[in-house]
T-cell receptor
């Protein structure tokens, strides 16, 4: 039962343009969401997070948007750079029950072309 | 400050053998999590441990898999009598406390069962 879904396995974007990665979830108890970035042969690294009390969180070139009614979040990268090419995972947790159990999507492989 | 360390990075086992995967959390972190990533899938939670305690093992297969985090030394994920379906990347993550949402991942151990 996949509670967090990333329906686009891959995305290709030109350098300098915006990358938009999407994530949907089914569990209405999820209230904390994170994005991780993963390079080949490395572990995931934390990128940005958002609590359900917000609908937007920004950190430099990265912005995460949360639409609770649609159970949808997205990661915007502007401007995209070749070094952003990696697999991006979204993750969710239900902090009221278990702060530490993360549910991950299957990932979106981003390719930023120079 | 060293990050999360996992060894070995690659492990090959024949069917029926035992696999032992080790994880040393970041300095000052007392919470350890194990995740498994099957090919083309996201990371799936297996178990959450604190020193000498298993807090949540709801993602662990009921048989052949066990985990520990002793008072001294690394956390160990043990898989007995491995089968081909156990071939995957196993990631360990750590965090400093219960109410910290970000988990810091190690580079993973890629287990291949022949």
């Amino acid at each position: 039962d996949q509670q967090v879904k990333q329906n686009s396995p891959s995305l290709s974007v030109q350098e300098g343009r915006i990358s938009i990665l999407n994530c949907d979830y089914t569990n209405s108890m999820f209230d904390y969401f994170l994005w991780y970035k993963k390079y080949p042969a490395e572990g995931p690294t934390f990128l940005i997070s958002i609590s359900s009390i917000k609908d937007k969180n920004e950190d430099g070139r990265f912005t995460v948007f949360l639409n609770k009614s649609a159970k949808h979040l997205s990661l915007h990268i502007v401007p995209s750079q070749p070094g952003d090419s990696a697999v991006y995972f979204c993750a969710a947790s239900a902090s009221q029950y278990n702060f530490n159990k993360f549910y991950f999507g299957s990932g979106t492989k981003l390719n930023v072309k120079p | 400050n060293a990050g999360v360390m996992q060894n070995p990075r690659h492990l090959v086992r024949r069917r029926g053998q035992e696999a032992r995967l080790r994880c040393s959390p970041m300095k000052g972190h007392s919470h350890v999590y194990w995740y498994r990533q099957l090919p083309e899938e996201g990371l799936k939670f297996m178990v959450y441990l604190q020193k000498e305690n298993i807090i949540d093992e709801s993602g662990m297969p009921k048989e052949r898999f066990s985990a520990e985090f002793p008072k001294e030394g690394p956390s160990i994920l043990r898989i007995q009598q491995v089968v081909r379906g156990d071939s995957a990347a196993y990631f360990c993550a750590s965090s400093p406390g219960l109410r910290v949402n970000e988990q810091y991942f190690g580079p993973g151990t890629r287990l291949t069962v022949t």
